[in-house]
């Protein structure tokens, strides 16, 4: 029930393309929703994040959607670029009491060919 | 420093033998986390500091696994009798630790190779 379901482990898309990546959470109790990305050789650092209580978060090109009933959350990139060539982590935690102790998938490569 | 810092960026040792993970967070951060990344593998949390508060170990996947922080600064991730599946990256994390839900920043990592 802590485990956050990514999907998919893989992804290649080209320049210009929507990257799409999702995942499912099990525990009704999570309520912050970060994404984290990734670079070869660096930690992840935080890029974007959602509350349950809107369905939608947008910054620059980036996109979190968000379905509560379904228990799932996605990741959009619009525009894809070279740049955004990373690797990709969701996340999930409990917020009351929350010591930011994430939960995160299994993490997404993303390359995107010029 | 600018950023959280780990030492060493990699680490190889023998199978049997102790290693001592490094890691000294951001100035003022009370919050400090260490996760494990496994090849293929998404972040592992290990275990959790905040303030003089107990750590939270919940996630130390053995024994052989310690952590301790001094002064409420720098922390030491500790594996002893190291095995060839403790081979992993190790990242230390840290936060300010005033609200829920913050932003954390990682430090590059520990690369450990078990041999």
């Known amino acids: 029930q802590q485990q956050v379901k990514q999907s998919p482990q893989s992804l290649i898309v080209q320049k210009g393309g929507i990257s799409i990546i999702n995942c499912a959470y099990e525990?009704?109790?999570?309520?912050?929703f970060p994404w984290y990305q990734q670079f070869p050789g660096k930690g992840p650092a935080l890029l974007i994040a959602i509350r349950p209580d809107v369905s939608e978060k947008k910054e620059g090109r980036f996109t979190i959607s968000f379905n509560k009933s379904a228990k799932q959350f996605s990741l959009h990139i619009m525009d894809s670029q070279p740049g955004d060539s990373a690797t990709y982590f969701c996340?999930?935690?409990?917020?009351?009491?929350?010591?930011?102790?994430?939960?995160f998938g299994q993490g997404t490569t993303l390359q995107v060919k010029p | 420093g600018a950023g959280v810092s780990q030492s060493p960026s990699n680490k190889v040792t023998e199978k049997g033998k102790d290693v001592e993970l490094r890691c000294d967070p951001i100035s003022g951060h009370t919050a400090l986390y260490w996760y494990r990344q496994s090849l293929g593998q998404g972040l592992e949390f290990l275990i959790y500091?905040?303030?003089?508060?107990?750590?939270?170990k919940s996630g130390l996947p053995s024994d052989r696994f310690s952590a301790e922080r001094t002064g409420g600064s720098v922390s030491t991730l500790t594996i002893q009798r190291t095995q060839q599946e403790d081979s992993a990256v190790y990242l230390c994390a840290s936060s300010f630790g005033r609200t829920a839900n913050e932003k954390l920043f990682f430090g590059s990592g520990t690369q450990l190779s078990v041999l």
């Open positions: 525990n009704t109790a999570f309520d912050y």
């Open positions: 996340a999930a935690s409990v917020a009351p009491g929350n010591t930011g102790k994430l939960i």
């Open positions: 500091f905040q303030g003089n508060s107990a750590p939270d």
